[in-house]
T-cell receptor
Framework: GAVVSQHPSRVICKSGTSVKIECRSLDFQATTMFWYRQFPKKSLMLMATSNEGSKATYEQGVEKDKFLINHASLTLSTLTVTSAHPEDSSFYIC??????????FGQGTRLTVV | QKEVEQNSGPLSVPEGAIASLNCTYSDRVSQSFFWYRQYSGKSPELIMSIYSNGDKEDGRFTAQLNKASQYVSLLIRDSQPSDSATYLCAAPTGFQKLVFGTGTRLLVSP
């Protein structure tokens, strides 16, 4: 299957700081990428759809000013958690759509805000 | 009704048995379905996709789709302890977004 690389895999940050997470499609171009968060023992929750060259589409209840998404190229989307707080601690996962059919996931980023 | 529903489990099977995982969906327009496996603390991994009615086999895995009943299943033959994970069923909605079920936790005992 296609390869999606997500970085960093783990990050610990202080409350009030911002954290950037990168998602790259390594062997294909992805016009659409998705960002999810997952709490322990819960299912994936879609946060936003990232479209290359245009603004991201956020799901209801997700603050666009807090979770900034940039999809500047066909192989890279970034999620920036701004002014992070302990309640933002979670597992963040990106996925990229290959040929607009199958979605492949990055390795995930475990964010801990202290 | 949730768009994609799964029994959360856990489903416990002995090593070597067949594990049967089920999923129902509400959107009759959905044309494709996906099964992902997620190990604890890891991200989901695509293991099967199915687009047409009937069975699709890949190694020890068989996906079954019944569009009339809005039902999709995953069979794992000769289950191994390494198959112990959470299995997520997913279907696309509009705008290519995938909707996931809550997942079924599978436990394969040696």
């Amino acid at each position: 299957g296609a390869v999606v690389s997500q970085h960093p895999s783990r990050v610990i940050c202080k409350s009030g700081t911002s954290v950037k997470i990168e998602c790259r499609s390594l062997d294909f171009q992805a016009t659409t990428m998705f960002w999810y968060r997952q709490f322990p023992k819960k299912s994936l929750m879609l946060m936003a759809t990232s479209n290359e060259g245009s603004k991201a589409t956020y799901e209801q209840g997700v603050e666009k000013d807090k979770f900034l998404i940039n999809h500047a190229s066909l192989t890279l989307s970034t999620l920036t958690v701004t002014s992070a707080h302990p309640e933002d601690s979670s597992f963040y996962i990106c996925s990229a759509l290959e040929q607009n059919t199958e979605a492949f996931f990055g390795q995930g980023t475990r964010l801990t805000v202290v | 009704q949730k768009e994609v529903e799964q029994n959360s489990g856990p489903l416990s099977v002995p090593e070597g048995a067949i594990a049967s995982l089920n999923c129902t969906y509400s959107d009759r327009v959905s044309q494709s379905f996906f099964w992902y496996r997620q190990y604890s603390g890891k991200s989901p991994e695509l293991i099967m996709s199915i687009y047409s009615n009937g069975d699709k086999e890949d190694g020890r895995f068989t996906a079954q789709l019944n569009k009339a009943s809005q039902y999709v299943s995953l069979l794992i033959r000769d289950s191994q302890p390494s198959d112990s994970a959470t299995y997520l069923c997913a279907a696309p909605t509009g705008f290519q977004k995938l909707v996931f079920g809550t997942g079924t936790r599978l436990l394969v005992s040696p």
